[in-house]
T-cell receptor, first 115, second 116 residues
């Protein structure tokens, strides 16, 4: 059973508008969450992260929101640009030495930003 | 340039023919890991290594082996590949703890494996 789920496999948005990507998780032990972006024929690259002690983290056009009680996080991209067209993966981890740096990934959301 | 290098990028093989996918990183990372990506399932961890000579199973280790004899290298070995191992494979590395948080994983560009 998938512990991290991205229920929207794809999203299409107009350039300049907001993109909202959603992610749900089931394991309450997760305490660190990340978003990765992936272009075709490349590996995923780190975008932004958030610790479970926060409910919001912002980095330029990217903001991640965390709702621990709902076990839900979202990524907002404002404004969306054509270069943002990619697959976005939500990932979760447990911050402990024993867990190493294991990430549990969602299935991904393909974003298409139309000019 | 800091990077994770995987080879080969594409590989087509037949059932049962042993193969190795190499992975090397130049960032002096302690932690290295292999993931496979399948449609709708995201990336799933196969094996990981916390340091030289320390390896352990991830979520989908069956049919795979790894070794960590040097800090920079972490090859993935398929002793007897089967069609269900057809997938896109990613090697990743990171420091373990930076400022109380795990540092982000750096990924290679992937190896597309087809087993017929």
């Amino acid at each position: 059973d998938q512990q991290v789920k991205q229920n929207s496999p794809s999203l299409s948005v107009q350039e300049g508008r907001i993109s909202i990507l959603n992610c749900d998780y089931t394991n309450s032990m997760f305490d660190y969450f990340l978003w990765y972006k992936k272009y075709p024929a490349e590996g995923p690259t780190f975008l932004i992260s958030i610790s479970s002690i926060k409910d919001k983290n912002e980095d330029g056009r990217f903001t991640v929101f965390l709702n621990k009680s709902a076990k839900h996080l979202s990524l907002h991209i404002v404004p969306s640009q054509p270069g943002d067209s990619a697959v976005y993966f939500c990932a979760a981890s447990i911050l402990s030495r024993a867990a190493g740096n294991k990430l549990t990934f969602g299935g991904g959301t393909r974003v298409l930003v139309k000019p | 340039e800091a990077q994770v290098t995987q080879n080969p990028r594409y590989l087509i093989t037949v059932t049962g023919k042993k193969l190795t996918v190499t992975c090397s990183q130049n960032m002096n990372h302690e932690y290295m890991s292999w993931y496979r990506q399948d449609p709708g399932l995201g990336l799933r961890q196969i094996y990981y290594s916390m340091n030289v000579e320390v390896t352990d199973k991830g979520d989908v280790p069956e049919g795979y082996k790894v070794s960590r004899k040097e800090k920079r290298n972490f090859p993935l070995i398929l002793e007897s590949p089967s069609p269900n191992q057809t997938s896109l494979y990613f090697c990743a590395s990171s420091f373990l703890v930076v400022g109380g948080y795990n540092s982000p994983l750096h990924f290679g560009n992937g190896t597309r494996l087809t087993v017929t």
